[in-house]
Structure formats: structure tokens, C-alpha cells
């Protein structure tokens, strides 16, 4: 009807061959985030700290458990950090290696920043997904549970279950990941509603695209940007979460710690002049937090920039 | 309003119901009960022990008895672990401790950080901004358990100014570090948002009308920004409550005010489960009524939402 | 000297994408008591050069040259000057009435508010001023007005009270940008009227920023064509109409469908047959109203019980204002609102109350073209992606190569270049977008395409293509189709019958030179008569047709008997019936014009 096919296939063949390439979403939130120094830099930072976390260890002289007798006797003098005793950001007051402890620390308070981001961010979105699409008396329901869960102010929560159940590994993140999924789920049954009522979703349906296949084809892509911009403020505040709990002496056992059980130990013993406890795992603890909200800023600026 | 306020504060009670239940449920199922020790008691005096304390009925009984108590008499019954204190005693010692730095802090959090933020959105871009950012993000990330030890180091143990701990009847230099340390986080967050969204109000199309009418420019920030630009700042304010009383705990630990927050954790770690059920109520209640104050408020400050 | 005097503007935007420079060196004067008009589409700059004269300009604008009130200069001054001057002498009112007001402050503060910065006025004298200017720009009820929020008004009294409060202080240029776009056909009518009068009492200069050539026929003296921020072409109104001297004014006044044209819509073959039969539909949605303790519920009969035929290959017209239940007569139409009553019967068959699965295989032949391009349109998708859809949903045989021939070949007939493929919305213009938009609902060649408001939120010379474009594909594929607009000359131009809507009731239907030439239903021949031809003389002369009051709320009960109101005192549930006057043309019952006309507001 609109001329002969042999044209039209030479047509296709041509368009494949010369087609542009067009710019997506994607590749401009991409570029505007790297061309943001200030989340660059950040990314750099962190970069080198994961760095740290993975390299560390290889140059370490003590172990994180090892208790120096020697310099347990004489924390002030002889555990300070130096180069030859092989502790180079000193010892804790029971003796033990600081440098190795602290990154292991480190490691388990990023570690536990992330596990617990990623659970709270799949828990969160498949309920605010479903929540939203499916919308009215569901909808109603599933958001006031919500509600209520919200109205118990969530540290309590935490230590109740921490209390309760017993304090392990699995214990801590069950419970950081019951009250951190409330808010993202929130806000993707927000976006949700907003992209249900949009214009291409009602094309879709017109089209007589099924509700499923919308949800997954078209609701998704674009809830992704919202998502990714809110997870990464999960992330400083589990491991602010998680280090308030440490801090209570409710979180992580012996020998593991974290930064939050080091920084409590560190400002127990401030008063005897061994600064180095606090200082060393604070830098990293506050060095993480900044950089990781910097990087959310940036990337709130480039997937939904208001100038558009 | 009046009928919005009334239908708001109706469905605050299942909430608070739901919560209570919630709680109660949640320690019945706790491993071990609050006798349970390291030294194993004749069966006998177990028994004496749990009659005493009406651990014996049947679950429900327990629950509607309790529920009663609080409703009818507001007595949140004996505690498990000092054997001449009501539950209402502790609390009624800590609470008020808690309470007056608690708002304290929510005060100075939320005045230091609107001031901020909007001095940062009216001077956008110029240095006044960048500093105002800066020192936003900086503050969120020196949460109370940081400030705390930092505040010490340098003002108790290096310049020896303020006293390190203690209560003192709630004399100023007692009060000052638990305000600073609890409040400073809260300001970074609340300037931030107030700034994000002062920029958004002072972009939209009836601040180019007001500035079309020749009106000075002090006037429309005050008359036709503010209002609209606190809005997202005061759904904000209701969990930042909430926050500042969930970190109240840390307060009362570190600096060893006396507030509520220490018998929290003391009763949490020693399974004094009535007063943990006391605590955890008295929180979640107070929760409830601040987010519904955030509601009224919120439609006072959008006449659209009057309904 | 002139009133108001631009020599040599410039302005231009740092953006990401390097400056843009929006106004190129444009001068012009304003003399005492004109009407200046300044006409182009999106993108030319009229609204930057007054925005940048008044300080308007966002943070990222720069703006050079000089811009003089009474001598005094209005350019890059500072802020204290320059309100010196705004809202006293030289005043300005916006596009979109709703988010101009001020929404948490009550009408009377914000005007008190001009009247005490620039004329030391409040309290009682400023409130006196105020009910003043409110009763001249002709609001009913002025005091209650007062105390309101702007919320609670209509958007045509919104307007009013913005005209009001730039008046207040009497100035002598007000400049209006775009006042009328945002409202309907019948109280732009009444604003521009508004706007004639007051600038013959007061003697206000106005500079009219307009797309519209009906407008500025209707009101203007002088004109400047404006194209990419520069002036195209310049002169008395009477000049750029009749003698238009350059290529792009030409094209400006031929792409406008004009009321008064005679080109004629390609003819229904006599023998198609009934596609459509819509009987009786009504669409009703229940609305939380009340206050207190209690609320009610209370039916807006968005649609109240309309019935048409649709043939193979014709296109019906549906006209009507803001809230007259067009767009969810359509989605009525198409199930996706569920009609409350009423059959749509589709070759046949009744699609209300059909499973999904069943309606489905019906939306092959069901299309919808929607009114904004970009937001119809999946931001992650590219637009082969979009365009390739409905072949993924109906023919799932096909290949992917197949697919991409299909999708290369559908892109060239709607006349977008094909190597276009792998562009996303964003990156594309409004027309474009929408051409993309019509590929994808012709891609399985449907029998029935509805077009709802598909050209309103394109530029003149772009909706000229696009109905051009309509038209071709309707020649070719065969297609019946529904064109909602409020716009009456489109729909002229387009449409084999036109179908009136009011209120969500039909109040005319006939065919196109019928209804056109003989309007029956008063409410037709207002919407005729409001309607701006851009001929100056024909413009200045016509009869305006105005029945008095506001369009009513669709939840008012009283509301179906605006046109009837001898019915009121005997029966007020009274349902006007639809009768048939002369073939195919139905009116429903009407009291006389005359009846109408005289009673008070």
C-alpha cells in the first residue's frame, strides 16, 4: 500500500546502516553526573577506601584478634601508632591491632551498608510497586500498615528485635532491613501512582499492551531513577543505623566490630590520652558518610534535574 | 478543620491500639521472661513470683488487663526488676529529663536550620550558599553518638569549660552538649530540604507575579515563599521528632543525664519487660500524636487540604 | 518621544548546551493609548523581550541594550528602581491564571498589597479601590470574591482578577502575554472585550504577546511578526493581513483553518457502513464533597447520555469547552473508563462489560492519538520501540527485522526521516513527537483512530502539517475517525459531521456546512460568534453573541437548564431532549435566543 516491499526492505537495510545513535536518558544523567566534581571526587575517595578495605590486609603485620602483650601493658606509650611495632594506627586498650581492626570495620560497616540498602531497596520497591499499580482498596490497606509500622520510631524496633532474638550477624540485618524497607516503599507507591496516571500508560492500555507487561515494560524503566537516587541514601543511613546500635552495645559480637563499636571504644577511652582509638576509625567513619551523601546529591542532580 | 482534625485523631487509636498489641505480642514470644537467671528457682517460688506479677493468666487476660490499666488508670503496671517501683515511677522520673533537652534540640535543629536554608536559597550561588551546603552536609554526617565524643574531647577535656556529664536539675552547662550533640544533624537535613525547596517556591509563577507587581523583594519572600517553602519542611519535622527522641537514648547514656533513655536500654538488657513495654508505648504514642500535629499543620499551612 | 521605547534588546541564556541567544536586536516603540501586537510561534521570543524589559528574566539570562518607560530606563536597574516603576506604571499579566495567583493568600491581600507598596493605601481605602477594579473587569459577587482563595475561582475569573490587579494603579502600558490561551473560546471572547474597553476608558497602552492572528485582528493596531527573536515583518494591522510582504507571515495567515474558508473534507462513500453506534452513554463519577464531621457523595455526570453513529470513513467532529466531557467521552468510547450506562456497540458487538482479554483483540481497530506528544510517549523508549508496540501486542508472528521494516516504512509515510530511529522523545520537537505518535496508532491500519485535542498543543504552521497528515492517511488507510477538539476552525477543516457537547450532553449535531452556516442551539451560535477570524475587518465588525453567566459547575443539578430556563420554576429535573429539525440535524430543546439573552447574569 505505501509502495513496493523490494523498496521498502532496501529502505529498512539503509536505516540500519545509517541509523543515529540517540541519546538516552541514561547516557545524559551519565554524563551529567560525571561532569559533577564534587560527586567525582567523592567516587574517587570511595574508590580508595574499598581500595583500602581489599589491599589492607596484605600489609598488615598483626592480625585483628592477636592481643600484644606487650603493648597491652603500656597502651599509652608503646601502643601509640608507629611504623616498627607493626601498628601503624596503634592498638585498641585490650592490646589488640588497631589497623586490623579497623579494617574490618570497615569492611563490615560497608558491607552492612549495602546488604542492607539492596534488602530494604527489593522489599521496598516490590511492595510499592504492587501497591501502587494495583491501586484503591489494596492500595489502602497495604499503605496503612505502612503507616503504622512508620509510627514506631525504628531504633526501638531495632534493639526490641536485637534484644529479643539475640544478637548475630543475620539478627542485625533482619532487623536494620524490617524498618528501613517502610520509606522506600513510600516513595516508589508515590512515583508509582504518578507514572500510572501519566499519558504513555494510557497509550499503552489503548494499545492493548496486558497490565503486567506494562508494569514490567514501561513502570519500571522508569521508576529506576527514583530508586537509584534513594538507595543511595540508604546506604549512609544503615551504616549510621547500624553504628548507633554498635555504639549502645547492642550490635555486632566479638571479634567482629564495626566502626560504630570502635568509635564507642574509642570515646570510652579518650580521657587517657590514647587519641589514636577515636580519631583513626572516626576519619573513615565520617570520610564514608560524606562521601556517600555527595554522591547521592550528584546523583539526584543527574537523574532528575529540574531544568529540563 | 475541625472535622478533619476529629477524623485524624479517630484513626490515630487503632494505630495506638495496634501498637500496644504489636509490642506485647512481640516480648510474650521473647525467649526467656524476666526471671529467668543464672540461678534456677524452686518451681514453688516461681510460681509465687508469677502470681504476684499475673504472668500465670492466660495470654488475652494478660493483654486486657494491661490495656484496662493503661486506659482507665494510666498505670503501666510494677516493674519486673526493682521490686518497689511502678513502671509510672521511672518514667515519671526520666521523662521530663528527656523531654526538655529532647524539644530543646527539635527547637534549635529546626530554627538554626530553616534560617540557614533560606538564607542559602535567597543568596543562591554566591558564597553564602556554597558555605550553607557545606555545612549542611557536614552536619548530617556527625550523627548524636559522634558529636558526643567530639564535644567532650574539645570542650571538657581540652578547655575544661563544661562539665562532662551529669543532670544538675537541668542547669545550661548540663544542657548545652546533649542539645548540640542531639540537635546537629537534624539542622544539616532541615537546611537542606528548606533550601531544595525555597529554590523550587521561588521559581514558580506567582513569585514572577508578585515581583511583576513591583512589591520589595523582603516582602515576597515573607508573604508569598515562606509559607509554601515550609510545607515539605514540616512533614519533615514529624520523623525528625521521632529522631530526637530515639536518640535521646544515646544522649542519656553518654552523658549520663538520668532521662528515660537509659532505663530503655537498662531494661532491655536486664528483660525488665514491663518497663520496656512502658517505654516503647509511651514513645510510639508520642509518635502518633506529633505526626498528627504535622497533619493539622500541614493543612493550615495549604488551604487546598481543608477537608 | 514614546510612551515606551526598546532599542537594540538582546537576550540570551547560558545553558549546558552553550548560550542561547532567544532575542536578536529588536527595537520598538509603544505610543499612548496602542495596542501593539507581537505574534510568533514557540521559540520566537516574544515573551523573553518583555519578561527581560520587566526584570523577569531567570537567574541564567542576560540581557543588553536599553528599555525605556516615559524615559526612564527599565533595563539591567536595580531591583528598588525597577519596582519603582512595576505594577505602578507599567504593569504585566501571565498565561496560565492558576499558578500566577498566589494559592495561600486571599484575593484581597494580594491586591491590598500592590495598592500599599505603590500608593501607600490599606485597610478600608485599599479594600475600596479593589471592589472598585473588580466590579469594572465585570466579577459577579465581587465582595464574597474578596475573601477567597484563588483556588476557589474559575479560570476566566482568575484572569479577571489578574487584569484587575494590574490595573490598580493605573498604568500606562500593560502588557499581556498570552492572556487567553489557557481559557476557553467563549470567555477569551469575554476578556478580550474586557480588555478593548478598558484600554478605550483608561487609555492603557497594551502590548499583546500572542500566537493567535484571530487575537490580534480582533484587537490590535499595529503588528510585529516575530520568528527566532528577531522581527520578520511590521505594520498596521490592516497591512500584514491584506499585504502580507514576507514568506513566513504568509505561511502564518494560510496554515490557520479559518471559520469563513471554503475548502471542502474528502466525502463518505454513500454506501460504508455503520461502524460505531454509541447509545445513550453516560460516564458519572462519585466526588467526596462536604465538610465536618461527615462527607456525602455527590455524582459528576461527566457524561450524561450521549448517542452518535460513526460510518467507515468519516470523521465526526466533538466540540466544546473545558468540562463539556469530550476527552472522557472518548475514553468512554474506547473502555478505557467504564461507561455507568449506555451501549458501544463495534461492528455489531457491545464492548461495555467485556472481559480484557476480549477487548483486547477489539483494540486492534481502536486507536487514540493524544493531546501531548511528549507525555503520550515512554521517555526510555525510543520512539521505533514506541512505534513498534502494537506490533509486538498484535502480530507477534512477525520478526524482528520484519518488525523494523514495518516500523522504517511507517515512519517515512508519516514524514519522519527513518534514520531517526534510535532517537528518544526528549531529543525530538513537539511535531515530531506527535507524528510519532499517529505512526504508532495507524501501524496495524485500524478502522477507528480518535484524535483527542491532537493538534491543540502544537504550533500553527505544525498543526497545518499534521492535519494535512491526518487527512493523507485517512485517504489511504480508510479509517473512520473522532476529532475532539475545542478549537472550532479545526475541526472544520477535518470533520464529515460535527456533534456540539455541553455539559456532557449533545446539544447540536449535523453536518459540517450545516452546523456552520446555520447554527440552530444558542449555545452553537456563542461559540461561533467567539471564535477569532484573522481578518481585521470582518473581526471588528462581526456580531458578538454573548449569553450571559459563567459556565456553571458540571455538579450544579441546575446546570442542564442554563439554556431552558423556563423549565426551572416547573421542573427542575428536566432533561432537554434532542430533536431532529431538518436530516441528520438534531437540536435539543432550546428556550428562544432572544429569551436567553435578556435575562441577568
Redesign the interface.
Known amino acids: 500500500m505505501f509502495g513496493s516491499s523490494k523498496k521498502t526492505i532496501e529502505l529498512a537495510e539503509a536505516v540500519n546502516e545509517q541509523a543515529v545513535v540517540g541519546r538516552s536518558l541514561w547516557r545524559d544523567a551519565y554524563d551529567r553526573f560525571t561532569s559533577n566534581k564534587a560527586a567525582m571526587v567523592c567516587v574517587a575517595t570511595l574508590g580508595c577506601i574499598v581500595l583500602f578495605t581489599l589491599a589492607g590486609p596484605f600489609f598488615a603485620v598483626w592480625d585483628n584478634e592477636t592481643i600484644d602483650w606487650t603493648a597491652m601493658g603500656d597502651v599509652r606509650g608503646l601502643g601509640a601508632p608507629s611504623v616498627e611495632s607493626g601498628h601503624f594506627f596503634g592498638v585498641d586498650d585490650l592490646g589488640r591491632d588497631l589497623y586490623s581492626r579497623v579494617i574490618q570495620a570497615t569492611t563490615t560497616s560497608l558491607l552492612v551498608g549495602l546488604i542492607g540498602a539492596a534488602m530494604a531497596l527489593i522489599v521496598g520497591t516490590l511492595y510499592g510497586i504492587v501497591a501502587g499499580y494495583l491501586g484503591g482498596r489494596i492500595d489502602g490497606l497495604m499503605m496503612r500498615f505502612v503507616d503504622i509500622l512508620l509510627a514506631i520510631p525504628s531504633t526501638l524496633v531495632i534493639i526490641l528485635l536485637l534484644v529479643v532474638a539475640g544478637r548475630s550477624f543475620i539478627m542485625l540485618f533482619v532487623a536494620l532491613g524490617a524498618v528501613s524497607w517502610l520509606s522506600m516503599a513510600r516513595i516508589v507507591r508515590g512515583q508509582t501512582l504518578t507514572l500510572k496516571n501519566r499519558d504513555f500508560i494510557e497509550a499503552a492500555r489503548a494499545a492493548g499492551v496486558g497490565e503486567f507487561t506494562i508494569m514490567i515494560r514501561h513502570i519500571l524503566p522508569n521508576l529506576l531513577g527514583v530508586v537509584i537516587v534513594y538507595a543511595s541514601l540508604l546506604v549512609p543511613e544503615m551504616i549510621l543505623a547500624e553504628s548507633f546500635i554498635s555504639f549502645l552495645g547492642l550490635g555486632i559480637s566479638e571479634p567482629y566490630t564495626s566502626l560504630g563499636a570502635l568509635i564507642a571504644e574509642g570515646a570510652g577511652t579518650m580521657a587517657y590520652g590514647t587519641l589514636w582509638q577515636l580519631l583513626f576509625p572516626l576519619f573513615f567513619y565520617v570520610t564514608i558518610i560524606i562521601t556517600m551523601f555527595f554522591i547521592g546529591d550528584g546523583l539526584r542532580d543527574a537523574l532528575d534535574p529540574k531544568d529540563r | 478543620m475541625l472535622g478533619y482534625s476529629i477524623r485524624r485523631l479517630l484513626a490515630a487509636i487503632p494505630t495506638l491500639l495496634l501498637l500496644i498489641a504489636a509490642s506485647f505480642v512481640l516480648i510474650q514470644v521473647a525467649p526467656g521472661g524476666p526471671f529467668t537467671s543464672e540461678r534456677p528457682l524452686p518451681p514453688q517460688v516461681l510460681a509465687n513470683i508469677e502470681a504476684r506479677y499475673g504472668l500465670d493468666q492466660p495470654m488475652w487476660k494478660q493483654f486486657w488487663d494491661y490495656l484496662y490499666n493503661i486506659v482507665f488508670h494510666f498505670d503501666f503496671g510494677p516493674s519486673f526488676k526493682f521490686k518497689d517501683r511502678d513502671v509510672n515511677d521511672i518514667i515519671a522520673q526520666g521523662f521530663p529529663i528527656s523531654l526538655t533537652y529532647g524539644f530543646l534540640s527539635f527547637l534549635a535543629a529546626t530554627s538554626v536550620g530553616v534560617t540557614l536554608g533560606v538564607a542559602a536559597a535567597i543568596r543562591h550561588n554566591t558564597w553564602i550558599d556554597y558555605f550553607a551546603v557545606s555545612l549542611g552536609i557536614a552536619a548530617q554526617a556527625l550523627p548524636n553518638f559522634i558529636m558526643g565524643p567530639i564535644l567532650i574531647l574539645v570542650f571538657t577535656l581540652y578547655l575544661g569549660w563544661l562539665p562532662g556529664g551529669g543532670w544538675n536539675g537541668g542547669a545550661w552547662p548540663y544542657l548545652i552538649m546533649p542539645v548540640i550533640a542531639l540537635s546537629t544533624s537534624y539542622m544539616g537535613s532541615i537546611a537542606r530540604i528548606t533550601r531544595s525547596s525555597m529554590l523550587e517556591v521561588l521559581n514558580s509563577n506567582y513569585i514572577r507575579t508578585a515581583r511583576a507587581k513591583g512589591i520589595p523583594e523582603r516582602q515576597i519572600i515573607w508573604k508569598h515563599a515562606m509559607k509554601p517553602t515550609l510545607l515539605p519542611v514540616v512533614s519533615y519535622l514529624g520523623p525528625v521528632f521521632v529522631y530526637v527522641l530515639t536518640g535521646s537514648v544515646f544522649v542519656d547514656i553518654y552523658f549520663s543525664t538520668g532521662g528515660l533513655g537509659q532505663a530503655y536500654v537498662g531494661s532491655a538488657l536486664s528483660r525488665d519487660y514491663s518497663v520496656l513495654l512502658g517505654v516503647t508505648i509511651l514513645y510510639g504514642g508520642l509518635t502518633v500524636l506529633v505526626n498528627l500535629i504535622t497533619d493539622l499543620a500541614y493543612a493550615w499551612f495549604d488551604p487546598k487540604i481543608r477537608y | 518621544m514614546a510612551l515606551f521605547s526598546v532599542r537594540d534588546l538582546n537576550v540570551s541564556f547560558t545553558?549546558?548546551d552553550g548560550m542561547i541567544d532567544a532575542v536578536k536586536g529588536v527595537s520598538f516603540d509603544i505610543e499612548a493609548g496602542d495596542c501593539l501586537g507581537i505574534v510568533g510561534e514557540s521559540g520566537s521570543g516574544k515573551s523573553q523581550t518583555f519578561m527581560a524589559a520587566?526584570?523577569?528574566m531567570?537567574?541564567n539570562g542576560l540581557a543588553t541594550g536599553s528599555v525605556q518607560l516615559m524615559g526612564r530606563e527599565m533595563l539591567n536597574v536595580s531591583?528598588?528602581e525597577?519596582?519603582?516603576?512595576?505594577?505602578?506604571d507599567i504593569?504585566?499579566i501571565?498565561q496560565?491564571p492558576l499558578?500566577?495567583?498566589?494559592?495561600?493568600?486571599k484575593i484581597v491581600?494580594q491586591m491590598e498589597?500592590?495598592l500599599r507598596?505603590?500608593q501607600g493605601l490599606s485597610g478600608r481605602d485599599a479594600e475600596k479601590v479593589a471592589l472598585g477594579w473588580l466590579d469594572k473587569v465585570q466579577i459577579p459577587e465581587a465582595k464574597r470574591r474578596l475573601d477567597q482563595?484563588p483556588?476557589e475561582l474559575s479560570g476566566g475569573m482568575r484572569q479577571r482578577v489578574?487584569i484587575a490587579?494590574?490595573m490598580l494603579c493605573n498604568p500606562k502600558v500593560l502588557i499581556a502575554d498570552e492572556p487567553t490561551t489557557a481559557l476557553d473560546v467563549t470567555v477569551q471572547a469575554e476578556i478580550l472585550d474586557l480588555m478593548v474597553g478598558l484600554q478605550k476608558e483608561e487609555g492603557t497602552a497594551i502590548a499583546l504577546i500572542t500566537h493567535d492572528m484571530g487575537v490580534v485582528a480582533r484587537m490590535c493596531r499595529d503588528v510585529h511578526v516575530m520568528r527566532h527573536g528577531e522581527f520578520v515583518e511590521s505594520g498596521s494591522v490592516d497591512e500584514i493581513f491584506s499585504a502580507p510582504k514576507k514568506d513566513y507571515t504568509k505561511s502564518l495567515l494560510t496554515a490557520m483553518p479559518r471559520l469563513d474558508s471554503d475548502d471542502a473534507p474528502h466525502a463518505v462513500a454513500a454506501d460504508a457502513e455503520t461502524l460505531l453506534n454509541v447509545d445513550d452513554v453516560m460516564v458519572h463519577f462519585p466526588i467526596?464533597q462536604g465538610?465536618?464531621?461527615?462527607?456525602g457523595t455527590v455524582l459528576l455526570k461527566a457524561v450524561n447520555g450521549v448517542s452518535f453513529d460513526l460510518r467507515a470513513g468519516e470523521t465526526l467532529g466533538v466540540v466544546g469547552e473545558s468540562g463539556c466531557g469530550k476527552s472522557t467521552l472518548a475514553r468512554a468510547v474506547?473502555q478505557?473508563i467504564p461507561p455507568t450506562a449506555g451501549a458501544v456497540t463495534w461492528l455489531g458487538q457491545d464492548l461495555v462489560g467485556l472481559t480484557?482479554h476480549a477487548l483486547?483483540?477489539r483494540?486492534?481497530d481502536?486507536?487514540?492519538v493524544?493531546?501531548?506528544p511528549l507525555?503520550?510517549?515512554?521517555?526510555?523508549?525510543?520512539i521505533s520501540a514506541s512505534i513498534a508496540?502494537?506490533l509486538r501486542?498484535?502480530r507477534p508472528e512477525l520478526t524482528l527485522?520484519e518488525r523494523?521494516?514495518e516500523v522504517?516504512?511507517m515512519m517515512?509515510?508519516v514524514g519522519l526521516d527513518?534514520?531517526?530511529?534510535?532517537?528518544?522523545p526528549?531529543?525530538l520537537s513537539g511535531g515530531q513527537n506527535q507524528r510519532v505518535?499517529i505512526a504508532?496508532a495507524m501501524i496495524n491500519r485500524p478502522k477507528l483512530v480518535i484524535c483527542d485535542e491532537a493538534v491543540s498543543a502544537l504550533d500553527v504552521s505544525i498543526q497545518a502539517q499534521i492535519l494535512m497528515l491526518l487527512k493523507g492517511l485517512q485517504d489511504?488507510i480508510g479509517m473512520a475517525m473522532i476529532f475532539i477538539s475545542h478549537d472550532l476552525s479545526v475541526v472544520r477543516a477535518v470533520s464529515n459531521r460535527v456533534m456540539v457537547l455541553y455539559l456532557g450532553r449533545v446539544v447540536e449535531m449535523a453536518d459540517r456546512d450545516a452546523l456552520y452556516d446555520e447554527p440552530r442551539h444558542p449555545y452553537t451560535k456563542s461559540l461561533i460568534s467567539a471564535v477569532p477570524i484573522p481578518d481585521p475587518h470582518l473581526e471588528r465588525t462581526r456580531q458578538r453573541l454573548r449569553i450571559p453567566g459563567e459556565l456553571p459547575s458540571p455538579l450544579d443539578p441546575k446546570a442542564a437548564l442554563r439554556f431552558i430556563p423556563s423549565r426551572l420554576t416547573s421542573d427542575a429535573a428536566y432533561q432537554p431532549r434532542l430533536k431532529e429539525v431538518s436530516s441528520g440535524h438534531f437540536v435539543e430543546e432550546h428556550d428562544p435566543l432572544e429569551t436567553l439573552l435578556d435575562r441577568p447574569a
Do not use: C
Open positions: 545553558t549546558q520587566m526584570g523577569l531567570p537567574k531591583i528598588p525597577l519596582n519603582s516603576l512595576r505594577g505602578r504593569s504585566m501571565f496560565d499558578t500566577a495567583l498566589t494559592p495561600h493568600l491581600n498589597e500592590v507598596s505603590h482563595y483556588h489578574m490587579m494590574a467526596k465538610r465536618g464531621l461527615f462527607s474506547l478505557l480484557s483486547k483483540s483494540r486492534k481502536l486507536q487514540i493524544f493531546q501531548d507525555a503520550s510517549l515512554d521517555p526510555r523508549m525510543t508496540e502494537p501486542t498484535f527485522a523494523k521494516i522504517a516504512e517515512e509515510r527513518a534514520r531517526m530511529v534510535n532517537r528518544y526528549h531529543e505518535g504508532r489511504d
